[in-house]
């Protein structure tokens, strides 16, 4: 256990050195500007967008930066070296990523209660967070993984942000609508935007438990069928 | 002596290799030792390494390491040994010492690594961040990050390689006082500098098969000219001459030369390894 906290404190302080946690940082305290100076009826409508952006898409994105930070570096062979198992070592990448969601949680819906004055029910939406930096960080290696290099996992980011925000638009749009928007749960990153509206009080139980079951389904099976085995095969090829 | 790694018959393939990169070589390392494995680049030397670290598995043959078979090993394996890559590793926006400390905690067993920058000359640019650090400095803290668990073995991938001889120095010093301490090192290198100050016990590989098994004494004995070169000044001039070795005390011409003349130089014709590893594997040390 204690092994496990120096290894968790050692790539917190990685991030930050590598200035992954101040990007991370940056753009949540640039959403608590916007939450500080907004009208309260916009917040309630804004927060779980801009949280939604920090724990989803935005989580892929440094955990890319992170990762081909190390396979620069060639520090991923030298973990396989190591009395570490990977799966300890992915663990606690993980676990970062979702300390950075919470720090991004705490800054964002922090502001929005300390200049706004409304109902949230902050530990439901702190799971949901949680739940969406897992799924995904999940989905972000997946990507990472299978990319050649970042420029390239920019090309399949794109591809992704566009398919996971379609629910939200065509909802939006007024395309999908009563049961069909059902199907636009498939989208981990509108499951995430459910919950996160049932943080503000606005889900029935089907949808929660959907959104929730298929959110906690998306790393369940990734890392270890997926996830674990291409790290290992990436991390050997150095 | 006991062998720390007996290997048998071992042979190795990539995934998506077309043929066997390694092709069923044996050999064995003894406790206490420097082993050396050399050979031209694309020999199979990193990769026999990367087999022995258990980096890659799915290998055939049979590899034990203190007895028992490698693949039995856990990863408690990597707590009794160090492993330093060609290329150094290391987190470049971290200092020195925060590098040291994050890989450090990846073990059970630590050394105080402070007396190592000293000796390393390291010390004073602890806080400096590595990516700062010359290629020697690097080189130099990839050989103490090897070391952060004492290991009982130590692999070193080209341990000097781009170094300035000072830094090859430290770094050769290094080692043979760990072999004193009674540990053992496996060393991949095609620098016959290194192989030469370094090594108990040499294996040359070529297209993945072991090409010569020998220490750097009876090499040099096996493959050496068993002659006696001498130069000397005659009328002016440097002139050579090259003398049998056999029967040399009673070699009346030999005699009457080094009583009569002015000499320059005398060396046995023993050929220097650089000579021994081309014979051997058919390659020049640098192609």
């Not at chain 1, 200035?19 to 500007?33: D, N, Q, T």
């Not at chain 2, 049979?62 to 160090?82: C, H, N, R, T």
């Not at chain 2, 060609?86 to 926006?93: G, L």
Request: hydrophobic share 50%.
């Amino acid at each position: 256990m204690i092994k496990l906290f120096h290894l968790f404190k050692s790539e917190i302080i990685r991030l930050i050195k590598y200035k992954i946690f101040f990007f991370g940082l940056l753009v949540s305290i640039i959403w608590a500007v916007i939450i500080a100076l907004a009208d309260v009826q916009s917040v309630v409508g804004l927060v779980p967008y801009l949280v939604l952006m920090d724990t989803g898409m935005m989580s892929i994105i440094l955990l890319a930066a992170s990762f081909y930070y190390e396979k620069q570096e060639g520090t991923m062979q030298s973990m396989l070296v190591t009395p570490v198992r990977l799966s300890t070592i992915l663990l606690i990448k993980v676990a970062a990523m979702v300390f950075m969601g919470i720090v991004s949680f705490v800054v964002v819906v922090g502001t929005a209660l300390v200049f706004h004055d409304f109902d949230i029910r902050i530990l439901p939406f702190l799971g949901a967070c949680m739940l969406a930096v897992l799924a995904h960080t999940a989905i972000g290696y997946v990507l990472t993984l299978h990319s050649k290099d970042f420029l390239s996992l920019l090309v399949k980011y794109m591809g992704v942000a566009l398919l996971f925000f379609a629910p939200t638009l065509l909802v939006a749009l007024g395309v999908f609508s009563g049961d069909w928007e059902l199907l636009g749960l498939l989208s981990p990153t509108y499951a995430a935007q459910k919950l996160f509206a049932m943080a503000l009080g606005e889900i029935d139980q089907a949808t929660l438990w959907i959104s929730v079951t298929y959110l906690a389904l998306i790393p369940a099976l990734l890392y270890p069928l997926v996830i674990l085995k291409r790290y290992e095969i990436v991390a050997m090829e150095g | 002596m006991g062998k720390v790694f007996e290997v048998r018959d071992l042979r190795f393939r990539y995934p998506k290799g077309a043929k066997d990169v390694i092709n069923g070589i044996s050999f064995a390392v003894e406790e206490g030792t420097v082993f050396g494995l050399l050979g031209p680049s694309g020999a199979g030397k990193s990769t026999t390494q990367r087999i022995l670290t258990k980096i890659l598995s799915n290998y055939q043959g049979e590899i034990k390491y203190w007895g028992k078979d490698l693949s039995a090993f856990s990863k408690a394996f990597y707590e009794d040994v160090g492993v330093g890559f060609e290329m150094p590793v290391h987190f470049n926006k971290l200092s020195a010492q925060e590098n040291l400390d994050y890989f450090a905690s990846l073990y059970k067993r630590n050394i105080d690594y402070r007396e190592l920058l000293t000796r390393f000359g390291l010390f004073e640019a602890r806080k400096q961040m590595v990516g700062e650090f010359s290629k020697g400095m690097k080189v130099r803290l990839n050989f103490i990050r090897a070391l952060l668990n004492d290991p009982q073995v130590l692999f070193l991938d080209e341990p000097t390689a781009g170094l300035d001889p000072k830094n090859a120095k430290i770094i050769k010093e290094a080692i043979l006082e760990y072999k004193r301490a009674g540990k053992t090192i496996f060393i991949t290198t095609h620098l016959m500098g290194d192989v030469e100050q370094l090594c108990d016990t040499v294996v040359f590989m070529n297209n993945g098969v072991i090409t010569e098994t020998s220490t750097v004494r009876d090499l040099k004995l096996k493959y050496g000219k068993k002659e006696l070169n001498i130069e000397y000044h005659e009328a002016g001039k440097l002139t050579a001459r090259s003398f049998p070795l056999g029967g040399i005390g009673k070699n009346r011409e030999f005699l009457d030369l080094i009583a009569t003349k002015e000499l320059e130089t005398i060396h046995s014709g023993e050929t220097t390894l650089e000579d021994i590893f081309i014979k051997v594997t058919g390659e020049s040390e640098h192609d």
